[in-house]
């Protein structure tokens, strides 16, 4: 990664070649014996099942609803359906709204995880402002229901994904960021009822606000907020669960590449110029940042070789070491990571941490529909700067999806921001 070759591949690689090749060869010895009206028919009874599924969803039965949710993600991540969202927009997401208020945990996961991908197909516009204004008052209610880490995970992904569409103003992200951060770090004197969280819990809130954070311009927010963020990143570095400190190493090389921390440095280090009881609290705040910019290179530098004790897993140990190297390098040469993800027979290549950070997310969030949608997803392919043979072939025209702050363009590997928060490391 970085400037070395071994770039991490193993963990983006998504060939689906071989499921292609078995859809188009099964199809190819029906298509003699299928008429138009027969393709029709196919697609009005895919269609037909769909309307069925989102009628179950208005029954009192919590296992129908279920099973009817289960049934709709899975034709959403098998095609995109343009079509079906165009009559059922509303119905759809008010039945998944309501299935949060009332349903059991696992209800509340899939519904959630349903309206993500209601958003995802629906794009940037009028209807995923709707489903984000519509949606952010149960969220943030269903977080309180209970502490079960999947159903916490699900409603942290959903809110990540319809305010990264929903929205392009920052003062609604950091809303939305704000709400996933009280559920790890609680202002004190809030109503929130403290629950110690679960490894699964943390990690899960980390990455959702990293993936927010990538859209974000850091120099906006105030130096109070980066200062709280960044020290309780740094206690998490210092945490037994891999997970949580991978999470934490990608938010914190995240808020390095913005230049985030220069930011409140610069500030802390010019309003010494006031009067002297001022200049002696700037004087020590500069001092902490500084301190804490060093301890943060020296975690990551332990990260990156660590020899084992904490965690368990082999795996988890390389990819941590793997993680905290790209990291380290990033910090003291600044060279971002370099990865490349086969879609098909195409690849996708990214070579900042903003980049890696949403790629990494959708993936996770998408599952086994990431591919379908790379290949067929005209709003996500924007996103991300992709654009597969197929379309180029066709001559669709790529319209850049300039509404987002963070798309994925080309950008050098070198980042003289990073160089400068390198030296003064």
């Not at 209970?146 to 003062?171: H, Q, R, V, Y």
């Not at 990494?360 to 290949?375: A, Y």
């Amino acid at each position: 990664m970085g400037k070395r070759k071994t770039q991490r591949k193993n963990a983006a690689m998504l060939d689906s070649d071989d499921d292609n090749s078995s859809v188009s060869s099964s199809s190819t010895m029906r298509s003699d014996r299928m008429s138009v009206s027969g393709t029709e028919e196919v697609e009005f009874n895919k269609d037909s099942l769909l309307d069925e599924a989102v009628d179950a969803l208005y029954e009192k039965r919590g296992t129908t609803r279920v099973k009817a949710l289960e049934l709709i993600i899975d034709a959403f991540n098998s095609n995109l359906q343009h079509q079906f969202v165009e009559k059922k927009f509303a119905t759809l997401l008010h039945q998944c709204l309501n299935c949060i208020k009332k349903g059991s945990s696992k209800e509340i996961s899939l519904a959630s995880h349903t309206i993500g991908l209601l958003a995802l197909t629906v794009g940037s516009g009028d209807n995923a402002r709707e489903i984000l204004e519509e949606s952010i008052t149960p969220l943030s209610q269903a977080f309180k229901s209970g502490s079960e880490s999947s159903k916490i995970a699900s409603l942290l992904e959903c809110l990540a994904i319809i305010t990264f569409i929903g929205t392009n103003d920052p003062e609604e992200t950091e809303k939305s960021m704000q709400i996933m951060w009280q559920l790890v770090h609680p202002k004190q004197g809030s109503n929130v009822i403290t629950v110690k969280p679960s490894a699964a819990v943390i990690t899960a809130v980390v990455s959702a606000w990293s993936f927010l954070l990538t859209t974000m311009d850091g120099w906006r927010l105030s130096s109070k907020l980066w200062q709280e963020s960044i020290t309780f990143l740094s206690s998490l570095l210092d945490k037994d669960d891999r997970s949580v400190r991978i999470a934490a190493g990608e938010a914190v090389a995240v808020i390095f590449e913005m230049g985030s921390l220069e930011k409140f440095a610069a500030e802390a280090k010019g309003s010494s110029d006031g009067s002297v009881s001022e200049g002696n609290k700037s004087k020590e705040g500069f001092s902490h940042i500084q301190g804490l910019k060093g301890k943060i290179l020296n975690q990551v530098r332990d990260l990156s070789v660590e020899a084992g004790g904490k965690g368990s897993a082999k795996k988890d140990l390389n990819n941590q070491r793997n993680l905290f190297k790209d990291v380290l390098e990033f910090l003291e040469e600044g060279y971002c990571p370099e990865t490349s993800v086969k879609i098909g027979g195409d690849s996708l290549q990214t070579s900042t941490w903003s980049q890696f950070i949403q790629l990494n997310f959708l993936r996770r969030f998408l599952g086994g529909g990431f591919t379908k949608h790379m290949q067929e997803n005209e709003f996500l392919q924007d996103v991300v700067g992709f654009t597969p043979k197929r379309r180029n072939l066709l001559g669709s025209e790529h319209i850049s999806n300039t509404e987002k702050i963070t798309k994925f363009s080309p950008q050098q590997s070198k980042n003289p921001a990073i160089e400068q928060a390198a030296d003064a490391i």
